[in-house]
């Protein structure tokens, strides 16, 4: 079985999936269980699946000091997905520090301290997966946001090549309006989502989809890509 795969029988892959409780962690850590990993789920609401391969962390990721306590006594990863996250709008004008920051330390922060304290313990072979967004490309009311999700980019990369002599892929999921809680926040109301050209939502089931093919051994020369699933919005 290789490090990253449990088809075959053999030992059974470890991965941590941020934003468990929720949206598309949920969904990556549904399909995972479902493939025979054992998951770690980091977040700070209870997720709404039980099963026996499942091990809910109640943490803050955004609080450095609770998350490095969440990670001391974590097993080995074969794989770490980094799914939590928060929208918070605002044009030029009526920006709110305090947004940017939240999302800086939850979606870049977090993943930098995560990487940083279980790359060392990976086997060769082992993937991290970012869920970014489409919307780093720019999007009018979304600034603080977009630089957030921009960041993973620069860091997946950066990280891909480091990591290439031990065969550890980096890779970030930049997803389109999906189907989530967070698409639904009343926060976001001024600024709507459009409809991709394809006429519905992205699903979470479909960027799971994706997250578990970049675990998969035939994903294993993919590496330092944005791979993008907007129904077409990006055309």
Not at 23 to 42: D, H
Not at 62 to 76: M, T
Not at 95 to 106: C, Q, V, Y
Not at 186 to 192: D, E, L, M
Request: glycine share 12%; net charge neutral; hydrophobic share 45%.
């Amino acid at each position: 079985m290789n490090a990253v795969s449990s088809e075959g029988g053999g030992r059974v892959p470890h991965a941590l999936v941020t934003g468990v409780s929720s949206g598309i962690g949920a969904e990556i850590a549904s399909q995972l269980l479902a493939l025979g990993w054992r998951v770690t789920g980091f977040s700070r609401g209870q997720p709404g699946q039980e099963h026996p391969a499942l091990t809910h962390v109640p943490v803050d990721i955004s609080k450095r000091g609770a998350l490095a306590e969440a990670l001391l006594d974590l097993a080995p990863l074969d794989a770490l997905i980094h799914a939590a996250g928060i929208l918070r709008v605002g044009t030029l004008g009526a920006l709110d520090p305090e947004n940017g920051k939240a999302m800086w330390r939850l979606h870049v922060d977090a993943a930098e301290q995560m990487i940083e304290a279980t790359v060392a313990a990976m086997p060769e072979g082992a993937r991290i997966v970012l869920i970014g967004s489409r919307t780093a490309a720019g999007s009018a009311g979304r600034a603080q946001y977009a630089a957030t999700k921009a960041a993973l980019v620069g860091m997946a990369r950066s990280f891909a090549i480091e990591l290439a002599p031990r065969r550890i892929t980096v890779n970030v999921i930049a997803p389109g309006a999906t189907d989530t809680p967070m698409l639904r926040d009343p926060s976001r109301a001024s600024v709507t989502p459009k409809m991709p050209p394809m006429g519905r939502l992205v699903q979470p089931k479909e960027v799971a989809s994706l997250a578990a093919f970049l675990l998969s051994d035939g994903a294993a020369s993919i590496t330092g890509q944005q791979i993008v699933v907007c129904g077409g919005a990006s055309l």
